[in-house]
C-alpha cells in the first residue's frame, strides 16, 4: 500500500473514531510497520572475533501481534551499495531473531548491515543500519592445564594454542587471578612470543597451595590486541614440607569403626610419631589405633615424600595381620591416590609410591580392608605408626 495513503488512513482512525471502527477495517493496521525494538547484535561499531558470525535483533513489535519474518543484509559499504550476503524471510524466534552469515568474512573489515520485519501487508523498514568490524586477531585457546585441572607445582606452566587472524609475529599476554570475578590479579606476564603450535609461560611467582585460580590469555599483532579468552581455573595442590620428622604428625580425619561398642582402642592419636605399642593381651595393650571394620585414618606426615628404591611409605601395625589400603594427596584437599591394598603383617608393610601421578605427598589415608568378622575389642587394622622412608 502506498505510504500516503496509509498515514491518511491511521490519521484518520486517530482524529475520527466515532465515525469509523478502524479495528474492522481490513488490511488498513496490517500495514502500519513492525517497530524496531532498537536491540540488535553486534551492537554498532563493535569489534567481533568471528569469520562467519550471526546477526541478530530483539523481535519488532507487530501491530497486531503477530509473528513476522525478516530480511537480514550485509553490505561492504555504508552507501549500502555493495551488497554481498541476504537472509530473507527469517522465521523469528522466541526472542530474539537471528541469522547466521553464510559467507567467511575477512580479517581487519568493516561490514555494514541492516534488518526489516515483514507483514503480510508491509514489507517493513530498513533498520539497524549498523557496522561491525571482524578483528585481526581472535583469542588464544587455552591448551593447559586443562579447566579444572589440579597442579602440583606452585608456579604451573600456562599453555595457549595459536590464534587464529592475521600472519606475523604475535605476543601473548597471560593473566592469572585468585578470584573467579577476576579482580585480585596473582601473577602476569605480557608479550610472551609466540612458538608456532603451542606457546606457554611459566607462572613466576609462587602460588598457593590448596588454593584455586583462574587465568585467561590474549594475542597481540601488529599493534592490535585479541580479546582475552574465557577464563579457565585449575587447583594447585601441591607438596609444601612442614618441619615433620619422617612419621605422622597429626590427624587430619578419622572414621574409627567402634563396632557396636566393642572396639577399645579408638584414639587415632596413638598412630602419630615413632612406633611404641606394647602389650601382649587386651588388657594391657596401649599405643596403637584399632580401625574397626572398614575404618580409616587421613594423616599429616609434615614432610614431603617422593619415590625412592623399594617402599617409601611403611605402615607400622600391631596384634594382629589385617589388610589395608593406602592412599596419598600432596595437599590435604587435593585428590588422594591409592598405592594398593597389602596383608601388613605385624610389625610393619611397605608401599611403594611410583605409578602415582604425584612427585611428592605429604598426606597419608589408611583404610581397613578386613574381611567381615563379628566384633572384638581390637577389631580392624592396628596402626601403631606411619613411616615415611624418603623425604624432604
Ligand atoms: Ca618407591
Ligand atoms: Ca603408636
Redesign the pocket.
Known amino acids: 500500500m502506498n505510504k500516503k495513503i496509509l498515514f491518511i488512513a491511521v490519521y484518520a482512525c486517530m482524529i475520527i473514531p466515532f465515525l469509523y471502527s478502524c479495528e474492522e477495517s481490513t488490511g488498513i493496521s496490517d500495514a502500519i510497520p513492525p517497530d524496531f525494538s532498537g536491540e540488535f547484535y553486534p551492537t554498532a561499531h563493535q569489534e567481533i572475533s568471528s569469520l562467519q558470525p550471526s546477526l541478530s535483533v530483539l523481535n519488532f513489535k507487530d501491530f497486531n501481534g503477530k509473528s513476522l519474518k525478516y530480511d537480514f543484509q550485509l553490505f561492504n559499504d555504508k552507501s549500502w551499495k555493495q551488497l554481498i550476503d541476504q537472509g530473507t524471510d527469517i522465521q523469528e524466534g522466541t526472542e530474539y531473531t537471528q541469522w547466521k552469515i553464510n559467507i567467511q568474512l575477512q580479517f581487519g573489515v568493516r561490514y555494514y548491515w541492516r534488518v526489516r520485519a515483514k507483514t503480510e501487508y508491509s514489507e517493513g523498514n530498513w533498520e539497524v543500519q549498523s557496522d561491525f568490524r571482524v578483528k585481526n586477531i581472535f583469542p588464544p585457546t587455552l591448551y593447559s592445564p586443562i579447566d579444572g585441572e589440579t597442579m602440583d607445582s606452585l608456579t604451573p606452566l600456562l599453555c595457549v594454542t595459536d590464534s587464529t587472524g592475521i600472519s606475523g609475529q604475535r605476543y601473548y599476554d597471560f593473566e592469572v587471578y585468585a578470584d573467579e570475578s577476576l579482580t585480585q590479579l596473582k601473577a602476569q606476564k605480557q608479550g610472551q612470543p609466540e612458538i608456532s603450535g603451542k606457546t606457554c609461560w611459566q607462572v613466576n611467582v609462587a602460588l598457593s597451595t590448596n588454593s584455586h585460580y583462574y587465568w585467561r590469555a590474549r594475542c597481540r599483532i601488529a599493534g592490535e590486541q585479541s580479546d582475552w579468552s574465557d577464563p579457565e581455573y585449575f587447583y594447585i595442590c601441591a607438596c609444601q614440607p612442614a618441619g615433620g620428622n619422617g612419621y605422622a604428625q597429626s590427624v587430619v580425619l578419622s572414621d574409627i569403626d567402634d563396632c557396636d561398642g566393642m572396639n577399645r582402642f579408638m584414639n587415632p592419636n596413638e598412630a602419630l610419631g615413632t612406633p611404641n605399642a606394647t602389650g601382649t593381651t587386651t588388657s594391657n595393650f596401649r599405643g596403637f589405633v584399632s580401625l574397626g571394620l572398614g575404618g580409616s585414618i587421613t594423616l599429616d606426615m609434615k614432610v614431603c615424600i617422593r619415590?625412592?628404591?623399594?617402599?617409601?611409605i611403611r605402615v607400622y601395625q600391631y596384634v594382629s595381620n589385617e589388610p589395608v589400603e593406602v592412599y596419598v594427596s600432596s595437599c590435604r584437599d587435593g585428590t588422594y591416590y591409592s598405592l594398593g591394598t597389602e596383608p601388613c603383617n605385624h610389625p610393619a608393610c611397605g608401599f611403594?609410591?611410583?605409578g602415582i601421578p604425584l612427585n611428592e605427598v605429604r598426606y597419608i589415608k589408611i583404610v581397613d580392608r578386613s574381611p567381615t568378622v563379628p566384633c572384638y575389642e581390637h577389631i580392624g587394622a592396628d596402626i601403631d605408626a606411619v613411616q615415611a622412608i624418603y623425604y624432604h
Open positions: 619415590n625412592g628404591a623399594g617402599y617409601d611403594d609410591i611410583s
